[in-house]
């Protein structure tokens, strides 16, 4: 058992470079995943932003968090694409006939996501920074952020597993990414939902992203975040977890 | 010490109401080289997914390196190492870097030299710091199979491994795998070309609907042939003949 445990930390860490590697060799997946959410951001701010009435004093402020969903969302399809390959190309039966950890292969891609993104993110806040980002966040608001962050990728990324361990194409692997695409953008993160619709307001603020933009936009104004945390919590520990278990029922029936 | 490196009996496996193995019995050796062989759909792969722990069979025993696939899953793929119907091989890296990759896997001492010494081995200096998506399809199966000999397992197997090759790079795999058997590893392969067979293997089964219906050496399967008849000059019967004949047979029942 001792063994078992110390192979499964060391090859899936083997795994989560091998994977990176993929990451930072490939040009398309960060231009999609880092400078598509900057140049959205760049929209936003000096075409759009002047017409949007957020009522906050500073417009980059207010986006932001929506921008790092929106930069969460743009990365998962690559999650599901690499995994399709994986178990296409027969390198996963490769990696289940030698002696090592089962799962390994699977957290390897997982976690390739949360530290890209971690990557990605922390570049965009940069950006942001030069663009007339604020923050009067402490350390532990900071903290609060780059875990609400790391759960969110962690949920969509494990919605984006099963897509992959599920399609029989390249193009289905990467269809999950567009529905989730639209969630940021139906929500708060950009304009304030009071002017929506009724119909799509409804929506719009009770959807997951909503309580997560809300969440991460009071911790970086340093104000009180309330019952939002806990809806966002709520949500996501709530879809990670089922996400979690229905790919990992996928993973041991595929393979 | 048993003699046997794998020892299958009454194996059935169905996907979806498809029937795909009836009740396969086989044996192989430790130190041979074995070949199966059958036509496209026979059932080859389902045997060899079988006996390397990827799938489960519906009914029926396995026992590979001395261990229960179905029991001993983990202890099977401690003696095996597989080289998939299709080369499985990382595009986006490099030769070496898919080695080494799998040298640490494997969690060996010095995974640096044991991929330089395969590079070697198998001609792939050269190409061993470009991306494997760069290599051609001759490359790419020496790669595949030199990443299957990391850690050199004492129980290969390898699904149609020239399929798909040039007669050279036939040839070079074939001098491959006489090596491997010559240092003692045993040899499972799958191969639809009889000539492989009768090149390489020490004992022959022939797989057709889902059961093995011939096997045994190769002067034992000629020996099954029909006598020649009618003819001036003694021709002895290929084993393409043979195949095709018993085959011929089998489906006239
Ligand atoms: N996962 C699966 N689901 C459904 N049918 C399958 C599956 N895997 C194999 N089969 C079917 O089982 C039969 C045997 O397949 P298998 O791949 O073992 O044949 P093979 O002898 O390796 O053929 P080939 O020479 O083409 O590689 C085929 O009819 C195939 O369609
Ligand atoms: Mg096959």
Redesign the interface.
């Known amino acids: 058992m001792e063994t078992t445990r110390t192979?499964f930390l060391?090859?899936t860490a083997?795994m989560l470079g091998?994977s990176l590697?993929?990451v930072f060799?490939?040009m398309d997946t960060i231009i999609t995943v880092t400078l598509m959410p900057i140049a959205m951001m760049l929209l936003f701010v000096y075409v759009l932003g002047g017409a949007i009435q957020t009522g906050a004093d500073n417009y980059v402020n207010y986006l932001l968090p929506g921008i790092l969903l929106i930069a969460i969302a743009n990365s998962i399809g690559y999650t599901s694409y690499r995994l399709f390959l994986d178990m296409q190309?027969?390198?996963f039966?490769?990696?289940?006939?030698?002696?090592?950890a089962r799962s390994a292969a699977l957290w390897g891609h997982v976690l390739t996501s949360l530290v890209s993104n971690m990557i990605s993110l922390f570049i965009i806040v940069l950006v942001a920074l030069v663009m007339g980002f604020r923050s009067s966040a402490g350390v532990l608001e900071w903290l609060g952020v780059a875990g609400m962050l790391a759960l969110f990728t962690l949920t969509l990324t494990w919605i984006a597993a099963i897509a992959g361990l599920s399609a029989k194409s390249v193009d289905g692997a990467a269809a999950i990414a567009y529905p989730i695409h639209f969630l940021p953008l139906i929500s708060s993160a950009f304009v304030p939902t009071a002017t929506m619709p009724s119909a799509v307001r409804i929506f719009a603020e009770n959807q997951p992203v909503t309580s997560v933009v809300e969440t991460i936009r009071a911790l970086l104004s340093n104000q009180p975040v309330g019952s939002e945390l806990w809806l966002a919590l709520g949500w996501c520990g709530g879809i990670v977890l089922l996400a979690y278990l229905f790919a990992m029922r996928v993973y041991r029936r595929a393979? | 010490m048993q003699k046997l490196a794998i020892k299958v009996e009454g194996l059935q496996k169905s996907f979806k109401g498809l029937s795909v193995l009836k009740g396969v019995d086989l044996e192989v050796e430790k130190g041979s080289i074995f070949a199966l062989l059958g036509t496209n759909g026979s059932g080859k792969t389902t045997i060899v997914k079988i006996l390397t722990t990827l799938l489960r069979p519906d009914s029926g025993k396995a026992i590979v390196g001395g261990f229960d696939v179905n029991q001993n899953p983990g202890q099977v793929r401690q003696a095996i190492s597989l080289t998939g119907q299709f080369a499985a091989v990382d595009e986006m890296l490099t030769g070496r870097e898919n080695l080494i990759l799998i040298a640490r896997l494997r969690h060996l001492q010095n995974p640096r030299r044991i991929a330089d010494d395969l590079l070697n081995r198998f001609g792939l200096n050269e190409a061993a710091g470009r991306l494997a998506s760069t290599y051609s399809g001759g490359m790419r199966r020496r790669l595949d199979i030199a990443m299957s000999l990391v850690g050199n397992a004492q129980l290969v197997f390898l699904d149609e491994p020239t399929t798909g090759l040039d007669p050279e790079a036939r040839i070079e795999v074939w001098k491959i795998i006489k090596e491997l058997a010559a240092g003692g590893t045993t040899v499972f392969l799958t191969t639809q070309y009889l000539e492989e067979a009768e090149q390489l293997a020490d004992r022959i089964a022939i797989l057709d609907k889902g059961k093995i219906i011939v096997s045994g050496t190769l002067a034992e399967l000629k020996k099954m042939f029909p006598a020649a008849t009618v003819e001036y000059i003694e021709k002895q019967p290929s084993l393409e003949e043979i195949f095709l004949a018993i085959v011929g047979a089998n489906q006239e029942q």
Do not use: A, Q, V
């Open positions: 192979y060391t090859d083997i091998r590697r993929h060799r490939s190309k027969g390198i039966e490769r990696f289940h006939s030698m002696p090592i393979n």
